[in-house]
């Protein structure tokens, strides 16, 4: 079974720093797909970065960028300039490709807070 | 392009009683899933429908959980009877159904349960 850890419940950092949250994941599948999602106070959770096992390259979205070692089976989201829109739940979350479930296994989530 | 709706917002009931969610997916988005994300963790994968079928169910607490998809569009899930563990943010997601890979979910904004 799989398994995604993250190990820091909450982060806080000032507006316009860069921040890393991390996140640890264990399979046995060498096919699989890695995303984080935000979740603002309102709840509604929007991806944020998904990042293909078979591809070396790191996946970038604007501010968002992520550390993908494989081997280490890890998986950190790092977030320049943050802003105060910034300020959510993070979960990281890992699916495979497989017909028909394709369920996704989320952590525990880290509560982010932007300061100004 | 419209998100996936969820109804009711915001629901309080006594245990014992019944209730039911509904959610409207992404028009076009053939799979549709349920998740139950209780405080302070990440959300966890209820049952998943591809078109009006189920093809995971493994987490459904059968027994007092039902869910359906008739049409292959709209989906309820109903809880009878409620027990107070079942307080949670429930989350309906949808994605288009593609063989070969794992697709990015789309959120609703949830429906919280508060059982006294």
């Known amino acids: 079974a799989q398994t995604v850890t993250q190990s820091q419940p909450e982060m806080s950092v000032q507006e316009a720093e860069t921040v890393t949250l991390s996140c640890t994941y264990d399979?046995?599948?060498?096919?699989?797909?890695l995303f984080w999602y935000k979740q603002p106070p309102s709840r509604q959770m929007i991806l944020v970065i998904r990042q293909e096992a078979y591809k070396q390259q790191n996946a970038t979205e604007n501010r968002f960028s992520v550390n993908f070692q494989k081997a280490a089976k890890s998986f950190s989201l790092k977030i320049s300039d943050s802003q105060l829109g910034d300020t959510a739940m993070y979960f990281c979350?890992?699916?495979?490709?497989?017909?028909?479930?394709?369920?996704?296994?989320f952590g525990q989530g880290t509560r982010l807070t932007i300061n100004p | 392009e419209a998100g996936v709706a969820q109804s009711p917002r915001y629901k309080i009931i006594e245990k014992r009683q019944s209730v039911a969610f509904w959610c409207n997916p992404i028009?076009?988005?053939?799979?549709l899933y349920w998740y139950q994300q209780i405080l302070g963790q990440g959300p966890k994968l209820l049952i998943q429908?591809?078109?009006?079928?189920?093809?995971?169910d493994s987490q459904l607490p059968k027994d007092r959980f039902s869910a359906e998809r008739l049409k292959g569009v709209d989906s309820t899930l109903k809880i009878q009877p409620a027990k107070l563990e079942d307080s949670a943010v429930y989350l309906c997601?949808?994605?288009?159904?593609?063989?070969?890979?794992?697709?990015?979910?789309?959120f609703g904004p949830g429906t919280r349960l508060t059982v006294l």
């Open positions: 399979t046995s599948e060498s096919n699989y797909y």
């Open positions: 429908f591809q078109n009006n079928g189920v093809v995971d």
């Open positions: 979350a890992f699916g495979t490709p497989r017909q028909g479930a394709q369920k996704l296994v």
């Open positions: 028009s076009g988005h053939a799979t």
């Open positions: 997601a949808s994605s288009l159904r593609r063989e070969t890979s794992t697709d990015t979910q789309y």
